[in-house]
């Protein structure tokens, strides 16, 4: 059985997110037989040699998918469904890409190079979860691969498990924050968002481990039993323009889980949750009413999250025009308290973001079909 890694930078400046989970597997006595890391940007050849000393490295440039494009011509996909899987649509000059196409790339050098198992981690993961103690909290490595495995070996098709850290959601206090939910279409996340200042929007790892089906699968935290996977869509997600600037819309992974739900495609709950450092300074506390840092964060989480929902309503059989107007109405409240909370006044432009995002309704649902097409080529081809 060959279980690979696979993680996507922008590029490759050091080797500490990656060596980290590669020490994770030799601790814990699972062998990994590659890392595959793709990336959008130059990676320094100091770092990729230092990897190459521990484990057997594969890089992809996005830009320029040279494997794979080479073992799809070789095993007769059409230039066209090669063109639409291979070819990056959109590519920010600062190396943004859409997660989906970052992950899908990945996902084929994998099948290509006929792997069994593929880990995906992101580079603000860990293979640690943290812990709530009576000193306060505490991290704690553990057997990240192992807690995976052994639902695979059960007969899970894939696994995946919610994360410890801080929430997206930073703690916050202001009018309309239920509207600002409701606007993003995050409604689910009132009642947490709300109580905030007691829990201080920090999740722990759970006492009890509890292993579970789900139907919710976390792009940057899962495994999967590639044969399984082939007979699924890609990952897909959003990216769109709006004054001059490229956003991607989140939600490859959603748009994913909701494919599951009408599949006898198995995912488990592993039920340990690694480390995410959401705003990428644990343990510092994310201050959204006075911290520039966690205001560029979240202002991306939305523009993100209005990025996806388009599409995401479109998936999910909703009245669009209807969706549209509702969820407007609603944002546009929560983004001016927003706004007078933190003092920033660019998060009032998420309007137009929006707004820029429901007119791309119709092209999400274009490039959708024709990758789900130029896969299902790839696949048919791949499993004769």
Same mark, same amino acid.
């Given at each position: 059985?060959?279980?690979?890694?696979?993680?996507?930078?922008?590029?490759?400046?050091?080797?500490?997110?990656?060596?980290?989970?590669?020490?994770?597997?030799?601790?814990?006595?699972?062998?990994?037989?590659?890392?595959?890391? !793709?990336?959008?940007?130059?990676?320094?050849?100091?770092?990729?040699?230092?990897?190459?000393?521990?484990? +057997?490295?594969?890089?992809? %440039?996005?830009?320029?998918? !040279?494997?794979?494009?080479?073992?799809?011509?070789?095993?007769?996909?059409?230039?066209?469904?090669?063109?639409?899987?291979?070819?990056?649509?959109?590519?920010?000059?600062?190396?943004?890409? @859409?997660?989906?196409?970052?992950?899908?790339?990945?996902?084929?050098?994998?099948?290509?190079?006929?792997?069994?198992?593929?880990?995906?981690? %992101?580079?603000?993961?860990?293979?640690?979860? /943290?812990?709530?103690?009576?000193?306060?909290?505490?991290?704690?490595?553990?057997?990240?691969?192992?807690?995976?495995?052994?639902?695979?070996?059960?007969?899970? %098709?894939?696994?995946?498990?919610?994360?410890?850290?801080?929430?997206?959601?930073? @703690?916050?206090?202001?009018?309309?924050?239920?509207?600002?939910?409701?606007?993003?279409?995050?409604?689910?996340?009132?009642?947490?968002?709300?109580?905030?200042?007691?829990?201080?929007?920090?999740?722990?790892?759970?006492?009890?481990?509890? *292993?579970?089906?789900?139907?919710? *699968?976390?792009?940057?935290?899962?495994?999967?039993?590639?044969?399984?996977?082939?007979?699924?869509?890609?990952?897909?997600?959003?990216?769109?323009?709006?004054?001059?600037?490229?956003?991607?819309?989140?939600?490859?992974? +959603?748009?994913?889980?909701?494919?599951?739900?009408?599949?006898?495609?198995?995912?488990?709950?592993?039920?340990?949750?690694?480390?995410?450092?959401?705003?990428?300074?644990?343990?510092?506390?994310?201050?959204?009413?006075?911290? @520039? %840092?966690?205001?560029?964060?979240?202002?991306?989480? /939305?523009?993100?999250?209005?990025?996806?929902?388009?599409?995401?309503?479109?998936?999910?059989?909703?009245?669009?025009?209807?969706?549209?107007?509702?969820?407007?109405?609603?944002?546009?409240?929560? /983004?001016?308290? /927003?706004?007078?909370?933190?003092?920033?006044?660019?998060?009032?432009?998420?309007?137009?973001?929006?707004?820029?995002?429901?007119?791309?309704?119709?092209?999400? *649902?274009?490039?959708?079909?024709?990758?789900?097409?130029?896969?299902?080529?790839?696949?048919?081809?791949?499993? +004769?």
């Amino acid at each position: 059985m060959k279980i690979a890694l696979g993680m996507i930078v922008r590029n490759l400046s050091s080797e500490v997110e990656i060596m980290s989970f590669i020490e994770n597997a030799e601790k814990y006595g699972h062998k990994l037989d590659c890392v595959i890391l !793709a990336h959008a940007m130059k990676n320094d050849p100091a770092v990729e040699q230092r990897i190459r000393q521990k484990v +057997t490295l594969y890089t992809v %440039d996005i830009n320029n998918p !040279a494997y794979s494009r080479e073992q799809m011509i070789r095993r007769g996909v059409p230039e066209g469904a090669r063109n639409i899987l291979l070819n990056c649509p959109v590519v920010s000059e600062s190396g943004l890409v @859409p997660y989906g196409f970052n992950r899908t790339i990945v996902l084929i050098e994998a099948i290509l190079r006929e792997i069994d198992i593929l880990f995906f981690t %992101d580079s603000d993961v860990s293979a640690a979860v /943290l812990k709530k103690t009576p000193n306060g909290a505490t991290l704690e490595e553990v057997d990240f691969y192992g807690a995976h495995l052994d639902q695979l070996e059960s007969g899970s %098709d894939a696994t995946t498990v919610e994360y410890s850290g801080y929430n997206i959601l930073p @703690p916050a206090v202001f009018d309309h924050m239920d509207d600002l939910l409701f606007g993003v279409q995050k409604e689910s996340m009132r009642n947490y968002w709300q109580t905030s200042p007691q829990h201080r929007c920090l999740v722990y790892q759970p006492d009890e481990i509890e *292993i579970k089906p789900s139907r919710k *699968i976390l792009g940057g935290n899962m495994a999967i039993k590639l044969p399984s996977f082939l007979k699924l869509p890609p990952f897909f997600s959003t990216a769109y323009t709006y004054n001059d600037e490229m956003f991607l819309g989140r939600g490859e992974d +959603t748009v994913l889980g909701f494919e599951l739900g009408k599949s006898s495609f198995s995912c488990s709950d592993v039920g340990v949750h690694p480390l995410h450092d959401t705003y990428k300074n644990y343990p510092k506390e994310p201050n959204l009413q006075n911290d @520039p %840092d966690t205001q560029a964060r979240f202002y991306y989480a /939305l523009t993100g999250w209005v990025g996806r929902n388009p599409f995401y309503n479109h998936i999910l059989g909703n009245d669009l025009a209807q969706t549209r107007e509702r969820q407007r109405e609603h944002l546009a409240k929560g /983004l001016d308290s /927003l706004s007078s909370y933190t003092s920033n006044e660019r998060f009032k432009t998420v309007l137009g973001n929006f707004d820029e995002s429901w007119d791309n309704v119709d092209r999400y *649902i274009s490039e959708f079909a024709q990758t789900r097409e130029a896969w299902q080529t790839f696949t048919g081809i791949t499993l +004769t």
